[in-house]
């Protein structure tokens, strides 16, 4: 009598192998037909048709809780990072000018007035961002209490 013990994993490997030749190779067709790629067209169609649908429905939601969006948000940020750029280029203009220019002590004192009238206007300018950021972070609250509330 021949001593042969049973190797599960060689058995297990087999079934393996043998599955995976005809699962790969029917998996390989279904991939490769245009039935296929229809349906994942459909289906990203469809996930896209909802993603817009959520996106208005958040914004008429926050509109109508008068909460500014992510877009209005984004466009006073950049009115004021240009403002903030106006305020440098007239701040090197006028240091500029106070370089080249022999100054009465009358213009120095103007001057000096008007760039601390400028470090003032920056104080402003990031008091505003700070409260942008604080408003940023409410409406990203709101939302996400309101996804909590309708699960």
């Known amino acids: 009598m021949i001593d042969q013990k049973f190797d599960p994993l060689k058995a297990w490997k087999e079934v393996y192998d043998q599955t995976e030749k005809f699962w790969g190779k029917t998996l390989n067709e279904t991939l490769k037909s245009e ?3 229809a349906w994942t067209g459909s289906v990203l169609d469809l996930n896209l048709f909802y993603q817009k649908m959520l996106n208005d429905i958040t914004k008429g939601y926050l509109e109508k809780m008068n909460v500014p ?5 984004a466009r006073i940020a950049s009115l004021i990072i240009n403002l903030e750029n106006k305020v440098d280029n007239i701040e090197e203009f006028l240091e500029d000018k106070l370089e080249n220019m022999e100054q009465a002590p009358g213009a120095k004192r103007d001057i000096t007035k008007v760039k601390q009238d400028i470090r003032l206007l920056e104080n402003k300018i990031d008091q505003v961002l700070e409260y942008l950021q604080k408003q940023q972070e409410l409406v990203a609250a709101a939302s996400k209490t309101s996804r909590e509330e309708k699960q």
């Open 35 to 37: 039935e296929y790629s």
């Open 69 to 73: 969006t992510q877009e209005d948000v």
